[in-house]
């Protein structure tokens, strides 16, 4: 009998050309739809009924995919995730905004419900193996080794780099070996209505949509101070959560004649002041990292070990890898850079890699430079 496979479909080209290349090798396919954001029940859970959500997206995906699966000829179930979704990565993305960081949602959801979840679902109606439209490789080994998509401009480790062998060990990537230009024309070649479909660019699960005005349905922004790296007061924020080391945009300080017209960016953040610093040019060093710290770090393999250890990482999705030497102390790893590094975020991952396997990571703490914390 044919293996059981059950695919994450997500409305979008990459999941439903997964399905198809597994349907054409031999495998017994189905589709699982995940529902994992619930506007009515947060607005429940919050007591705030004025939070006015638009759920028509999440049905408009629900859609696609029902139309890729009748083309396959193929089942498509549908789930509700989203209680544990609000449990396990909503709650943490809402503490860390609060406490001054920039989270990365998507690597939580991951971990907790697209390979943990989901996972036990399939489980209970006797699927053999999941897949999901990630662009990844995996080598079974042994040991098992989470490779980068061969598509680098779309390789998607980064975002798997909280998942462990126990959650890979079952799973199947049908597209880490193409590049995405071909992923489309496989979609168009099948008649997808989702091969022209657009890559989806917001919150895991939650879309893209007014991110200030969504943050601020679930928590109360504070305005306070922008100033200068000089000290000098020049404008008022709309509230620290709202911005990021590095962000140039959403500013609207501009105009001043005392200090010239290079561009401002975001180098400091002060919750006991509530106050945001900001200087001038995209290469102020006040944006320049030699250290961070790492917590919750995990290794995708339990025989890797990161002590003492030279490799390379990525410290944004987009940033291209930096050498570094990685050294475990108390509550993690201690990393340092061969150069210095533009705009490490506390909140962000720090994933590490050995060529092209995936060794884990873990979530910026502290930032250092030259040995000094900086005001992150």
Not at 158 to 185: A, C, M, N, T, W
Not at 263 to 280: A, C, E, R, S
Not at 302 to 325: F, G, M
Not at 326 to 342: C, D, H, I
Request: charged share 25%; net charge negative.
């Amino acid at each position: 009998m044919s293996e059981k496979v059950i695919v994450g479909m997500s409305g979008g080209v990459d999941s439903s050309v997964a399905a198809l290349l597994l349907k054409r090798q031999g495998y017994d396919v189905s589709g699982l739809f995940m529902r994992n954001w619930d506007s009515s029940a947060n607005r429940d859970i919050l007591g705030n009924p004025d939070i006015g959500e638009d759920i028509c997206p999440q049905e408009r995906d629900y859609q696609d995919a029902q139309a890729v699966c009748e083309l396959l000829d193929i089942p498509l179930h549908r789930a509700d995730f989203s209680e544990e979704y609000w449990r396990d990565v909503f709650t943490y993305f809402l503490r860390e905004y609060e406490a001054g960081r920039t989270p990365n949602p998507d690597i939580l959801c991951n971990k907790h419900i697209k390979f943990d979840v989901f996972i036990k679902h399939a489980s209970r109606y006797g699927y053999d193996r999941i897949a999901m439209g990630h662009y990844a490789r995996l080598d079974q080994g042994p040991p098992l080794r989470l490779l980068r998509g061969l598509d680098e401009e779309k390789d998607q480790t980064y975002f798997l780099s909280q998942l462990d062998h126990g959650q890979l060990k079952d799973v199947l990537f049908p597209i880490g070996e193409l590049p995405k230009q071909s992923v489309r024309k496989l979609a168009l070649e099948a008649g997808f209505p989702t091969a022209d479909k657009k890559d989806s660019t917001g919150i895991c699960f939650i879309g893209e949509r007014d991110f200030r005005g969504f943050l601020q349905n679930y928590l109360p922004a504070r305005s306070g101070d922008i100033v200068a790296d000089d000290g000098k007061k020049i404008g008022t924020h709309l509230g620290l959560m709202h911005y990021t080391i590095g962000q140039r945009k959403g500013l609207a300080i501009g105009g001043l004649k005392a200090y010239g017209n290079d561009p401002w960016f975001v180098i400091g953040k002060d919750l006991k002041t509530n106050t945001l610093t900001v200087g001038q040019g995209y290469h102020h060093e006040g944006l320049y990292a030699t250290a961070c710290t790492v917590i919750e770090v995990n290794t995708i393999s339990p025989t890797t070990s990161l002590s003492s250890r030279r490799c390379s990482a990525k410290v944004r999705y987009r940033q291209k890898d930096v050498d570094v030497y990685v050294e475990e102390n108390a509550s993690g790893v201690r990393v340092e850079f061969a150069k210095p590094v533009r705009a490490v975020t506390p909140g962000q991952a720090c994933v590490f890699y050995d060529g092209e396997m995936c060794l884990g990571g873990g979530f910026i703490d502290a930032v250092y430079r030259d040995g000094k914390r900086l005001p992150y």
